[in-house]
């Protein structure tokens, strides 16, 4: 899904049986490959639960806006983020460990 100058990472889902199992990792390496090869940057919109992944494949938080559901039939509001990935930013095979703020863990 390249675009211009970076290439964006629709939607990334993983079938509730095969969550925890690294499916989304790999789909997530597999943009990340394909946007380094270009040597262009990569985008995505990540939900609160897919955050921590996305900030250990070497993305940052470009911006946080939170949306309000309930004129579309929600009943709470969602915090969308928009991250991006500079090209080789992060080592996506045998990734480090974050925590949900971005920082490197031990262990």
């Known amino acids: 899904m390249g675009s211009g100058e970076f290439w964006h990472l629709g939607t990334l889902v993983t079938d509730p049986q095969h969550e925890r199992k690294g499916a989304g990792r790999m789909l997530v390496e ?3 490959r394909r946007a380094d090869a270009e040597g262009r940057k990569c985008s995505l919109h990540a939900t609160p639960g897919a955050k921590k992944l996305y900030l250990a494949c070497g993305f ?3 911006s946080e806006t939170e949306i309000d ?3 579309y039939g929600g009943d709470a509001t969602v915090l ?3 991250m991006m990935r500079k090209p080789g930013h992060g080592n996506t095979i045998g990734l480090q460990k974050v ?3 971005g920082a490197k863990t031990t262990g």
């Open 69 to 71: 559901m309930r004129p």
């Open 30 to 32: 597999w943009g990340c």
């Open 80 to 82: 969308a983020t928009t």
């Open 60 to 62: 940052e938080v470009v």
């Open 99 to 101: 925590d949900d703020r």
